[in-house]
């Protein structure tokens, strides 16, 4: 089949987050300037440079992660393994403002070193960020779409040493969860490793 998302798909439900994955969690905790706190995962999350170090999430409307983040110009990314999958669903609860996800899900809120959003402590890694940049995607046509990236670069990061093998992050340990389409999650239970080849003339 072949569509035009801007005409419809046809199909029961819509394919494209199921084609675009598996998408890492961005499960993030932010302070807003009234000292409330806020945690939500976004499967719209990614690095996108290694020199800095930078991060963004997406948030389709103004939510409070958002918010928060523009009134403190910080955040933290949390890692959802799969023994937390269920309590970081739990905190994408709708709850209105000032009521505590970390409570709601039963998570512990901890200090961070170099920003004053916390962390979850139960996370097997975190990576603390300063917002260097908020911006509104634009479509072909010019119009702002509804969503709000959120760019950070990552200033300290925290390992759960139990989950480090002969020196390296490992993934299968910390059980990575990445979202699926529709209503589907996956977690990491095998690595498979290949070298990127080099051009050789013959």
Known sequence: MFYEPSKGHGLTHDPAKA????????????????????????????????????????????????????????????LVGRDLAARMNASAVDAPRGTSEFDYAGLTPEPSRLVAAPRVREAHASL??????????????????????????????????AVL?????????AGNVARLGYMDYLTVDEVF??????????
């Open 165 to 173: 093998t002969d020196g390296l992050f490992d993934v299968v340990k």
């Open 19 to 78: 084609i675009v994955s598996p998408r890492p969690i961005g499960w993030i905790s932010t302070r807003g300037a009234s000292g409330a706190l806020n945690l939500a995962p976004y499967s719209f999350f990614n690095m996108l440079s290694s020199h800095p170090l930078l991060v963004w999430f997406s948030s389709e409307g103004e939510k409070d992660s958002v918010t928060f983040a523009r009134e403190s110009g910080e955040f933290v990314v949390n």
């Open 193 to 202: 490793a290949m070298r990127r080849p080099r051009w050789t003339a013959d």
């Open 128 to 161: 603390e960020c300063k917002v260097t940049e908020i911006a509104r995607p634009k479509g072909l046509d010019g119009r702002m779409s509804s969503s709000t990236v959120v760019t950070g670069e990552v200033v300290g990061v925290h390992i759960d040493e």
